[in-house]
Nanobody
């Protein structure tokens, strides 16, 4: 069983910064892609940023230049540094990790952490 635990969400003023963390725990042999998605009320869940096991980063156009994704493989942790936050960044942010556990690859999700940006 693999669990993902996000932290770091909260309320911040526009222009401010937050850093999200997501720790994967359990019987983990390896990880591949690690990423962050978000879902605002009334919207579909969308990709925010993703980082491969080799360190390749991909970003949504709306966050490029403001957000930075990173990972610590030794800690099975992925981070999202969010700067210059805007009201439209308000959403629940979900961690997503490709994990090799108990003999198979699986796509795991965290329960989400709420980010609220006040204008």
């Amino acid at each position: 069983q693999v669990q993902l635990a996000e932290s770091g969400g909260g309320l911040v003023q526009a222009g401010g910064s937050l850093r999200l963390s997501c720790v994967a725990s359990g019987r983990i042999f390896s990880t591949n892609n690690m990423g962050w998605y978000r879902q605002a009320p009334g919207n579909q869940r969308e990709l925010v940023a993703r980082i491969s096991s080799g360190g390749r980063e991909d970003y949504a156009a709306s966050v490029k230049g403001r957000f930075t994704i990173s990972r610590d493989n030794a800690k099975n942790t992925v981070y999202l540094q969010m700067n210059s936050l805007k009201a439209e960044d308000t959403a629940v942010y979900y961690c997503n990790v490709d994990v090799y556990s108990e003999g198979r690859w699986q796509d795991d999700w965290g329960k989400g952490t709420l980010v609220t940006v006040s204008s």
